[in-house]
């Protein structure tokens, strides 16, 4: 029985040291399905999705696609024709042209469709590492933090804090252990960095609409701004998305942001907003700009909630306070300025 | 309502914060590993600066500014011998175990983190007491709630339980024969020899025996030879005179009032965290009856401190201890993957000790950790399976060897599976260690957050 106690003497066995890894093989129950709605719950009982779906959208939808799919071919078809009855040379250049269309077009939505993998990959990361750190494992969840560090030094140079980490780490550490530890060790300092891009995208974005004149102008400014932040964000936490990637995590980011609680979102950025009316007296865009400022934060961390490997708990959460201080304090002294300057222009009348 | 929790905080925090003082007794039968706790205990505060010690979150969090040992007030006890006790282990030896008490103090500066506290003060510091005392004068503990006659007769039932019925006979042999004749002084004497000489036996034997009572009979200190430790519990079935009763009354009360009691009253009042050492190993080699014995006396132990009216304890520490760790130590000595298991065992063997004390109001927590890490652990090929063991330098011969103990139930076994279950959980020596350094060690940082971290405000 291998439960029995064994001693052997030191050379007459082959020994290895024990790297941190899989002793045993488990198979976790990763629940891949992705929460859309916030789902009716109460003491633990959860009302199940409506498994019913529409046969006859999907089939409108197939057929659909594949009709417009052979029209374009055969008109394309119809065109190259045409322009080689003109000229051979043509014909032949504008059918190459449409050829590397159609392979750029694919490998462009390849490579996104990679990447959007990756973050599905994180979200599968994220719940084995919050399984292990709830069950009492060992040696499982070094590797997946080595794996974590790997796609992380791509994107950013954690080799410090990565050492600093080894070292503190030995073989008594158990699953948990070692996550608490990589968690206060290396993401937290990527969560600064985060942190410190929302700021700044906040702020700018915050800056933009305080100054821009128009109301159409404002959507666009935020749809891009938001759309470069979430794209820093995803490559601090190592998983970079492409513009296709980015709007499906746009979307999850939304949908986030409703689960996270409607109440939670109003509460906070209704007080902070409501707290700026001395802004919103001195100018009606400039409380705007701070409302856009901390909307696009809101998005930033909820997208740091979504690259994240481990997720936030109460100690770590980042918290709004203090971008928000920095985009009311930016929008203010513009204010202090443009008032200044005001005033010198009457001093001078 | 909102107002009146706030203010209670802030009393609260106000109070926390003014007190400075900690005092920590680190409790724990003989064999436990108290030395080895404490001596690597301010051996890992001393060399904080450059230690690995994430799980204590001030020292994680960067607060601590430095550490020295200062001398401490209670000047008649003597000092924890640190220093003897580091050379000890520079000779590949594990510290003397302790005969006499002592004390040592750790006064840590760190930088407040409170808002709220920080304006008042920036830095603050933390004497930490750290008392440390044999333990077999532990189980003198329980002996203040008895008189001689109930402790007689608790003795004589527990000297008839397996492991250590089979050691008793002797005694039981001298005492029958004895206490026929005439009681002189003399014979008083040659009975209490042997009846220390049973302790003795039972706490070198290889059962493991736990609950030897009187603590001072097998560890008596400075009181050798003297006449308050001649006396011996009275079976019950043994008449004897009135005269011979009166006189080893007296002396068990003598020994209970003015040894016993002021010892206690004065090294453990005021005390603020306890520790309870526990060696889970042991039991585990021992089997069924030693776990039954170890667990009834550490109930016993850890539900003197608060049980009952009569208690003085209680009186005394209640508004004191605060915290109780229930801590194995020797964690070293098991595969890390069944660390976890040993949690669990340990936990499961104090379920109703801990149940009571949390009646109480008293925080406990469980933890496994080794104070000083004395081996490796490995993977070993065995019937091709790997097999997480621990490999070190076996302390009984000095050799090498790699040790798969048995794998450490998480639930509680029944007797059956006890007895076929074995464990062969052996002591190693200590390896070729850098002292000047922090010691190598399991979780450490958890057992000083666990006992100080709340203080670093």
Known sequence: ????????????????????????????????????????????????????????????????????????????????????????????????????????GFGTLISGRIKSKRLEYRKSIQQKLSSYSNSETYGKAAKVLDEVSDEF????????????????????????????????????????????????????SALMVALSPLAIADMALVAWRSSRMLQDISRIYGCPQTAFGRLGLTK????????????????????????????????????????VGILISRLGIQTMQICRPIKFDEDNKPKLGKIRKSITNKILSMVKKNDKTLNKGKDND | MAIKKQLKQAVELLDRGLDKNIRVCVTGLSGSGKTAFITSLINQLLHQKKAQLPFWLAHAEARILGVKQVTYSDLHIPEFPYKEAISALETHQWPQSTTNISQSRISIKYEVKNKWLKRVQPHSHLNIDIIDYP????????????????????????????????????????????????????????????????????????????????????????????????????????????????????????YRDNIVRPFFKEYFSSVDRQLLLVDVLKVLNHGYDSYRELQQTLSKLITSFDYGQTNWLKRMFQPKINKLIIASSKSDQVPPEQHNAMKSFLSNMLIDAENQVGYQGIDVATVVFSAIQVTEPVLAEHENKKLACVKGVEL??????????????????????????????????????????????????????LLIGDKFL
């Open chain 1, 153 to 204: 030094s791509q994107e950013v140079d954690i080799s410090k804090s990565l050492a600093l980490y080894r070292q503190t780490v030995n073989t008594s550490h158990n699953d948990s252990e070692l996550i608490q530890i990589y968690n206060k060790q290396v993401l937290s300092g990527l969560d600064q960095l985060a942190l410190e891009a929302i700021r700044k995208h906040a702020t700018e």
């Open chain 2, 396 to 449: 009984e011969n000095n050799k090498e060897v790699i040790n798969y103990p048995g794998k450490i139930p998480s639930e509680p076994m029944s007797k059956k599976q006890w007895s076929e279950q074995r464990y062969n959980f052996i002591d190693y020596a200590i390896p070729d260690l850098a002292t000047h350094k922090q010691l190598p060690h399991h979780r450490m940082d958890r057992v000083i957050e």
């Open chain 2, 135 to 254: 333990g077999e004068w532990l189980l003198d503990l329980p002996l203040l709630d008895l008189n001689f006659y109930t402790w007689s007769k608790q003795f004589c039932e527990w000297a008839d339980k397996k492991p250590q019925s089979k050691l008793a006979d002797e005694w039981y042999q001298s005492i029958n024969s004895l206490l026929k004749a005439t009681s002189s002084e003399s014979d008083i004497k040659l009975l209490a020899k042997e009846f220390r000489q049973f302790l003795v036996r039972c706490k070198e034997s290889s059962e493991g025996i736990h609950f030897i009572q009187p603590g001072r009979f097998v560890l008596p200190g400075d009181l050798d030879g003297a006449p308050v430790l001649d006396f011996f519990p009275v079976p019950r079935n043994l008449i004897l005179s009135d005269e011979l009763t009166e006189k080893l009354e007296q002396r068990f009360n003598y």
């Open chain 1, 252 to 291: 999850q980011v939304a949908t986030n942001l409703m689960l996270a609680g409607a109440s939670e979102f109003v509460a906070e950025a209704g007080v902070e907003l409501l707290g700026k009316s001395v802004a919103a007296a001195i100018s009606s865009k400039m409380a705007q700009g701070i409302g």
């Open chain 1, 1 to 104: 029985m291998s439960d029995q106690p064994i001693k052997f003497d030191s050379q007459s066995v082959k020994v290895e040291t024990v790297q941190l890894d899989d002793t045993v093989q488990v198979k976790e129950d990763l629940s891949q399905e992705q929460q859309k709605f916030l789902p009716v719950m109460a003491n633990g009982l959860k009302l199940k999705k409506s498994e019913k779906s529409n046969k006859w959208l999907k089939w409108f939808g197939i057929s659909f696609g594949s009709l417009v799919v052979t029209a374009a071919v055969f008109e394309s078809w119809q065109f190259i024709q045409q322009l080689l009855t003109i000229s051979t040379v043509l014909g032949l250049t504008v059918a190459a042209l449409l050829v590397s269309v159609v392979v750029a």
